[in-house]
């Protein structure tokens, strides 16, 4: 019979330990873990970009459900432990689940500390630890202004930015007089300051909080000094408290954590503790790489092989906040018995300082330029011996000047040269994985190593290594990334592989090109379906069902699950009559809401499923495509017809653009908008395709956005006649459609293909004619997709009706 | 209320569509039936197991599996378990067909 592995917390140390141990012996054990939390094991370092806005929740999964089942372990999510009875060997949870075990493992992690001041208990208080606390602070951001984050160490400074890039006004609180004290000296610490302001974040240091204000939810801090500041939100991110309380109740003996010996034992047999809640050698880390080290020798030990002693960890400090480059690790003050070496750039914002003690580096603090970190840190953690070398040559061993290029970089590199700090990868065994077992992308190298999958930090030094140990070879797989988990095949080669076989329907590429997935996902069907659609431009028949809701239905879904209708109107122009018309079909189909759209066109949300084609055929309106990878709306001012300032006919060429260019499929929306003068009430600046109008002509702009990545337009061309915009248009958007990967906007697009390719390619009369006529023949295959709602059952049936059943 | 568990006639075999699913409201429950390509056809509550709900009936279907139209969740029509990218679960009925006609039991 198996032995029975519990284990309590669910977090980023014990998984890993358990990964380590799965790899040492697949069948040990039958393996149990709980975790307090609602969520399989997910990346706890990546909060701070979640609550930056750079990844979701969904993004930052280590381990999905899959996995667990997959390895059979028995996972209790949002289930505590809450006794452990050491006699008896079993555990009981808060559920009252009684489980005996043979090996237990502690893996409790910590918790935010929250300052004991009078108030702390208020709504708006959040500490900065688990998903729940980053929702918390994404919801307060979108009711209140102001927040406040006490303490200026990494955990506060990363939650400050995020909540800056929410929208909130922040102010930080540190009682020290610098921030992030214990890794940054003077100097360094004020350059982070500066750049911070720079950014938005408000400082008040020495400051020492006496009390929360407010009733039931927070509306300010009170200072020790008396002063006081107003907040509606506040961040509590003054440290953490290993979680031991449940050791400690039950006899397992805790001083600051749970005390463990080098092999992670505790002083009770067959009881181990691993992560932020152990305490070895009285230290309690707070980093994950020296927690994945403590997982790997308790892991040996529970598969009973031979390890090495854990002996402890000199942590190296990142700080993720994007315009803040800075390392930090080991001693940082000066004293009698050290020397250092520094650098300090005021022009570029670069500072370095090395603490030697004996002859050995001793500490290390980067800021601004952080390429060497790798390397100086190895060399503390080696102890290696820098006698023979001069100041110069430990601080720029890339050459003379700095130079040497990314590849050139790693070329340098020692094979035992750490690349991934979290998780303690050298570059040597990066090399061999991508040798040995065929690697070419970043996410495979992870996946195989561990390096890359904590921080992130060292992802673009793992692309490096790919590229220089793959040569030529990478060029071509780096852009590789598969367009989805069902294959290992980039857009590129989906393409290349459709028209060299010759596939017409999404069923066959998947088939004929050995999808994992039989039926393929919701990201690949829908690029799929486009891409044969693009490439087959003469007559390809699109296939509804492998769309996402919004086209599958024509129809934008609301998160209640009804629909929004929006009908064309071209050029945002309309009639009394239509007007009349839309306003007898939101009466009598009772429309929750009629609203105005940004693209100048009227909505009306929260319809009934079962409602859209009685309604369609009510309005007699062609559809709007609000809801589309397609040309969207044209935006456009009142222009010379009006304007006093117009010299051009902006409504006239905008419904002419939208006529002709309306249902077209493209990589992602496409939004036009057309101005008469400079002024540009129609926003063009800001606009995929934007048109202005200057005495005698045009000027056409391009690649613009203004989404969530705001990106003002660059200048195409200028042209004299409605008819010339119409082609240059023609030929931007079939060279978008043909060369963008599905979903990708002509903002980025533009960026990666770059500005002056793109005019070379439109300014070449003979490829524009070319695009135009394959645009002209994808032009012909739509039909306007309401009518066909209209008139066809089969389509109403299919898509629109709901059944109900009635037996008494 | 319901006591005991009935096999109800909800459709026509045959008028069952692939690809996209059916939503009925059966006494006031609301389902959603999916006819796969295998032919099989499986029911789930009408209901999206991402906390902020939503329907399921124009999900986008592969095999046995469907994607949540709202939340884009991977979802087995098996057991109703959410695969990706978050946790949760969706009711599910059993299913029968018998001479063409399909019922659930409920
Ligand atoms: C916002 C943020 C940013 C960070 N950035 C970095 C970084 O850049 N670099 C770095 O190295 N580290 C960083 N860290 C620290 C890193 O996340 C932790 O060191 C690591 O997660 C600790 O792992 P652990 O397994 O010990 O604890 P945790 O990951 O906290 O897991 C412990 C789990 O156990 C659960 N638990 C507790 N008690 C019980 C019980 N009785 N029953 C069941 N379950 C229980 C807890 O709820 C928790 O889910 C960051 C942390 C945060 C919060
Ligand atoms: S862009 Fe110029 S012409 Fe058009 S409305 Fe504004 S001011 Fe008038
Ligand atoms: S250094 Fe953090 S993941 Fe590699």
């Excluded at chain 1, 808060?94 to 500390?113: H, K, M, N, P, V």
């Excluded at chain 1, 020296?290 to 002996?311: D, R, W």
């Amino acid at each position: 019979m198996k032995k029975k592995l519990v284990m309590i917390g669910n977090g980023m140390a014990g998984v890993r330990t358990i990964e380590e141990l799965l790899k040492l012996q697949p069948d040990g054990y039958d393996i149990t873990i709980f975790g307090n939390e609602p969520h399989p094991n997910y990346n706890r370092i990546m909060l701070s970009t979640v609550l930056q806005g750079d990844k979701s929740i969904e993004d930052i999964i280590m381990n999905d459900w899959d996995w667990y089942k997959g390895n059979s372990i028995q996972l209790y999510t949002g289930e505590a432990v809450v006794g452990i009875d050491k006699q008896k060997k079993q555990v009981i949870s808060d559920q009252g689940r009684l489980l005996d075990y043979d090996e237990l493992i502690i893996a409790t992690g910590s918790s935010s500390f929250i300052l004991p001041v009078p108030g702390s208990d208020k709504k708006g208080v959040v500490g900065f630890r688990d998903i729940h606390d980053c929702e918390m602070m994404i919801k307060d951001s979108k009711k209140y202004k102001k927040a406040a984050v006490i303490g200026g160490g990494l955990l506060g400074l990363e939650a400050a930015r995020g909540l800056l890039n929410l929208g909130m006004e922040v102010d930080v609180v540190h009682l020290m007089p610098h921030l992030m004290e214990r890794q940054l000296d003077e100097t360094a610490s004020g350059m982070l300051r500066k750049e911070l302001e720079n950014q938005g974040m408000n400082f008040l240091l020495e400051k020492q909080t006496a009390e929360i204000l407010g009733e039931e939810r927070v509306t300010g801090l009170r200072f020790s000094d008396g002063s006081e500041i107003q907040a509606d939100l506040i961040v509590m991110a003054v440290g953490i408290r290993p979680n031991v309380q449940l050791a400690k109740d039950n006899g397992i003996y805790v001083n600051r954590g749970v005390v463990v010996n080098d092999y992670m034992e505790t002083d009770v047999p067959n009881i181990y503790a691993v992560g932020e809640c152990a305490e070895h050698r009285e230290i309690v880390y707070g980093l994950v790489a020296p927690l994945y080290e403590q997982g790997k020798v308790l892991a040996a030990n529970l598969a009973g092989i031979p390890t090495n002693p854990y002996e402890g960890t000199i942590c190296g400090t990142q700080l993720k906040v994007s315009g803040c480059d800075l390392f930090s690790a080991g001693e940082i003050g000066d004293d009698e018995g050290t020397k250092s070496i520094k650098v300090h750039n005021e022009f570029d914002g670069i500072y370095k300082k090395i603490v030697i003690r004996d002859n050995m580096i001793a500490g290390i603090v980067l800021y601004g330029d952080t390429k060497d970190s790798n390397r100086l840190f190895r060399m503390l953690t080696k102890r290696e011996d820098i006698s023979g070398m001069t100041s110069v040559s430990i601080l720029e061993a890339s050459g003379c000047c700095g130079g040497g290029g990314e590849a050139g970089d790693v070329k340098a590199m020692a094979d035992d040269e750490l690349v991934c700090g979290c998780n303690g990868v050298t570059k040597g065994t990066i090399v061999e994985a991508i040798r040995t077992n065929e690697l070419t992308t970043v996410d495979e190298v992870g996946g195989c190593t561990n390096a890359g999958r904590s921080c992130g930090r060292c992802k673009s030094l793992i692309s490096d290594i790919l590229a220089f140990t793959l040569g030529d070879q990478y060029d071509t797989s780096a852009k590789k990334a598969g367009i989805c988990g069902c294959t290992t095949l980039s857009k590129d080669e989906v393409v290349a592989e459709i028209r060299a076989k010759g596939l017409t329907n999404v069923r066959e590429v998947m088939n004929v090109l050995g999808w994992s997935q039989e039926e393929g996902c919701s990201k690949c069907r829908p690029a799929i379906n486009y891409y044969l659609g693009m490439v087959h431009y003469d007559g390809y028949k699109d296939e509804r069902d492998s769309r996402l809701v919004n086209e599958k239905m024509h129809a934008n879904i609301q998160k209640d699950g009804t629909y929004s209708v929006v009908p064309r109107m071209y050029g945002g122009v309309t009639t009394a009559a239509d007007l009349k018309k839309i306003a007898e079909v939101a009466e009598k189909y009772n429309v929750p809401l009629v609203k105005l759209t940004g693209g100048q066109r009227i909505g009306l949300f929260g319809v009934n499923k079962d409602d859209l084609p009685a309604m369609w055929e009510d309005l007699g309106m062609p559809s709007g495509y609000a809801y589309g990878k397609t040309l969207r709306t044209v935006k456009t001012c009142v222009g010379e017809k009006f304007c006093r300032f117009g010299t051009q006919d902006s409504m006239g060429l905008g419904i002419q653009l939208e006529k002709k260019f309306e249902r077209l499929d493209t990589p992602h929306k496409v939004k036009m908008g057309v101005s008469a003068c400079p002024r540009n009430c129609a926003e063009s600046g800001i606009k995929d395709i934007g048109f202005v109008g200057v005495d005698g002509g045009w000027e056409i702009y391009i690649g613009g956005n203004g989404g969530t990545d705001l990106r003002a337009a660059d200048l195409l061309d200028t042209v004299k006649t409605k008819e010339e915009a119409l082609e240059i248009t023609g030929a931007y958007l079939q060279y978008y459609r043909e060369t963008a990967a599905y979903l990708e906007r002509t903002a980025p697009w533009s960026e990666r293909m770059g500005l002056e390719h793109v005019k070379e390619v439109l300014a070449d009369e003979n490829m524009r004619k070319q695009l135009n006529e394959r645009l002209d023949k994808t032009l012909e295959r739509y039909n306007e997709p309401w009518q066909e709602a209209i008139q066809d059952n089969g389509i109403k049936e299919k898509y629109y009706q709901i059944r109900s059943v009635t037996v008494e | 209320m319901q006591m005991t568990k009935v096999r109800i006639n909800v459709a026509d075999y045959h008028s069952l569509p692939v690809g996209t699913g059916q939503a009925v409201t059966v006494n006031g429950e609301n389902i959603v039936l999916f006819k796969i390509t295998n032919g099989d056809v499986k029911a789930v509550e009408n209901r999206s197991p991402h906390r902020k709900g939503g329907t399921l009936a124009d999900a986008l279907v592969s095999g046995n599996f469907i994607y949540c139209p709202v939340y884009d969740l991977k979802i087995s029509l098996d057991d109703g378990k959410v695969q990706a990218p978050d946790t949760g679960e969706v009711k599910t009925y059993h299913v029968e067909v018998i001479e063409n006609e399909v019922y659930i039991t409920i």
